[in-house]
């Protein structure tokens, strides 16, 4: 996800493109079964190269504070080699989930479920914090910016009319003034009646912000990792390693033709965002670990990091992430890594629900796909 300012300047660029190109690059999107047999035929490729996960013996130290539980912690094998994880035709594009290595982790608490707009909301109540959606960009940050671009908003998704060309996300993703967690999808929506679902358009500093008022903290991304294998070695996904077993889904992703309007079928129940807690648990009792909303986790975004990890072979203990935020694709950007993917990952685009794989955002943007959920350690 880009940051602010690409956003702030793209409402104009927008307009541009969809006068000046129209979609005229449409494609044939993948039938499904196509799909399925790309992220199927790598799966016995990827769990070769996991080792055991050893689960820590202990048992919770303490009961645990309502609404999270207990993560043993443990070591095992973190990260996917699914080298077409993201875009199954195009080889190679999310290899910063490489390579698989060692990781250990203490136990900590975790959150069962996504932060919902209920539980935001307490802490906005009590706090009167103004999250970063709603407030105006100011020349300072943006210096470049035309001041009549400088307006309080987010991003949000906009289906498209037709078909397009997926390599252009600018086409459904659109910066919309006066939108923010109590307006997700622009200033006419509202979360009334939405109290138990995910809080979304939260930035980085937003949900660090939270977990620092509740007495807890996000995640690190190997905690987050650790927890949605739910003790298991190399799985594909969350729960197993078949998309859908016995012809179920086992998360809120998306099925149909993506982007496009009405596109989004619902066959898991869903169109589009869904309550918290809607599918099974993973195996330690943790909800939507895969789809719903993408999650904050605390490291900063590098693809590389991996790779530095598991230089010396050895496990790392408690990573932290790198010391700094690097994607040489946007090298000024501050990313910090998202996990798990969302409802609108789908097997035809981003098929990040994979339990291995990851994302990144700048950490002063936000979307309405986009929350997190906190830990707490003992
Ligand atoms: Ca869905
Ligand atoms: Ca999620």
Redesign the pocket.
Known sequence: MKNKIYWIFAILTITTISIAYGFTKFIVPKEKSAAMDCTEATASKASSEFEPTIVNKNSAPAKAPKGMVWIPGGEFSMGSNVEDESLCSIKGITKDAAPIHRVYVDGYFMDETEVTNEQFAKFVNATGYVTVAEQKPTQEEFPDAPPENLIAGSVIFSPTPAAVNLNDFLQWWSYVGGTDWKHPLGPESSIKGKEKYPAVQITYEDAAAYAKWAGKRLPTEAEWEFAARGGKTGNLYAWGNTLKPNGKFQA????GHFPIKDG?T?E?G??GIAPTAQFKPNAYGLYDMAGNVWEWVNDWYSPSYYSELNKDGKTAKNPQGPDSYNDPNDPTEKKRVHRGGS?LCTDQYCTRYMVGTRGKGEIRSAANHLGFRCVKSI
């Open positions: 809120n992703i998306y099925q989004d619902g898991d869903f169109k409802f």
